[in-house]
């Protein structure tokens, strides 16, 4: 089966399965998160990875095992069998290497070098939440991240990459005092700028990172994946953050 016919049979069935009406939008977004990394025979662990999706994106592009981390919690999408519609979509897609664990990264047990690619798709300030929002002023928070990142590096291989999306705590409408109407819901002072994860993962070993800004919805439907980092403060604010343990690509 190509490329094409396996994102299309993800999406059929990602449609059918009630994650998206139409799913024109899911293959940008997963490209955008992605980028140019070969998912072949890759170990991939994701973060907080809601339903799923780009965990099957990433068993249909190949890679031979994808974790996702998500625990369950009062509202989250609604959906008390998450677990089970996702293992019948992975069933359906013939996805033997692809599960999801209810548990938080702080819970995830994995013997050393057992990941080639860990991804956090609006998930980081959730590791842990109060520590995040004081990163930027407080040593011991600092410290608390680190000692995370820490033993999430103990279990990726060397070389492996870590992929951060997540909007920047500096934001036009946040610095102003105002509700953002592009993301009303966020919180500007629970995330952090691209520059100061990459600072923490630096410290225990990552290296190379590469930032990029992301284009929204409305965006990724003109075909803009990537914008200047002064439209992403007038935006979303969303930026990717790559970088590479142990300095080898």
Known sequence: MT????????LLVGKEAGLWSRGIDFPV?????FGD????????????CGRGEFCLWAGVHGASRAVGLE????????????LEQFRKLAARLDLSGVEIEPKKLQEHEAPDG??????SVASINHVDEPACARLHEDTQARAAFSRIFTDLARIMARGGKVVIIDAMRRNLFGDLGLRSP???AVTWGKHQQPHLWADLFSGIGFTAPRITYL????????????????LSYCSDSLFRLEMTLGGRP
Do not use: C, M, T, W
């Not at 490329?3 to 993800?10: A, K, Q």
């Not at 977004?29 to 998160?33: E, F, P």
């Open 114 to 119: 057992s990941y080639d690619l860990v991804l």
């Open 3 to 10: 490329e094409s016919e396996s994102v299309n049979n993800l």
């Open 182 to 184: 592009f993301n009303p």
């Open 215 to 230: 284009g929204n919805r409305f965006f990724r439907y003109a075909g803009i994946p990537r914008i200047p980092r002064s």
């Open 37 to 48: 990394i070969d998912l072949r025979g890759k170990r991939v662990l994701e973060v907080g």
């Open 71 to 82: 625990p369950r919690s009062d509202g989250f999408y609604d959906a008390a069998n998450y």
């Open 29 to 33: 977004r997963a490209r955008q998160l």
